[in-house]
């Protein structure tokens, strides 16, 4: 084998390793903590503020996209996404009651 074959099949081998799970159709796994706030908010907004709800719920689908349920399930079981679920908990519990569809609306992560 010439050396410049040599250096094209090692390349091509590159590229095939590096687009494996790609041809398999796996994504990466979405950030735990994104993942986590985004849910606990879709959750807390939910009955209070509709169209809120619809947004957050339309970013988890992108977020998830790609992802197996067994890569869901990891991230949700993670420690990361637990406090990052629970911190939110934390924090909407602190909301007065006349400021919960101006959170909801204004949402950073909705957006």
Avoid at 2 to 29: D, F, H, I, Q, Y
């Amino acid at each position: 084998m010439t050396r410049r074959r040599l250096k094209n099949c090692a390349w091509l081998a590159c590229v095939g390793w590096m687009l494996s799970p790609l041809a398999e159709g796996e994504a990466p796994a979405p950030s735990p903590r994104l993942l986590g706030v985004t849910e606990s908010i879709l959750n807390y907004c939910a009955p209070h503020d509709p169209s809120a709800a619809a947004r957050l719920r339309q970013k988890i689908k992108q977020l998830v996209q790609g992802a197996s349920a067994q890569q869901l399930a990891e991230v949700r079981q993670s420690d990361d996404y637990r406090k990052a679920y629970e911190s939110v908990v934390d924090f909407a519990a602190k909301i007065d009651e006349h400021n919960v569809k101006r959170f909801c609306a204004e949402t950073p992560v909705a957006r």
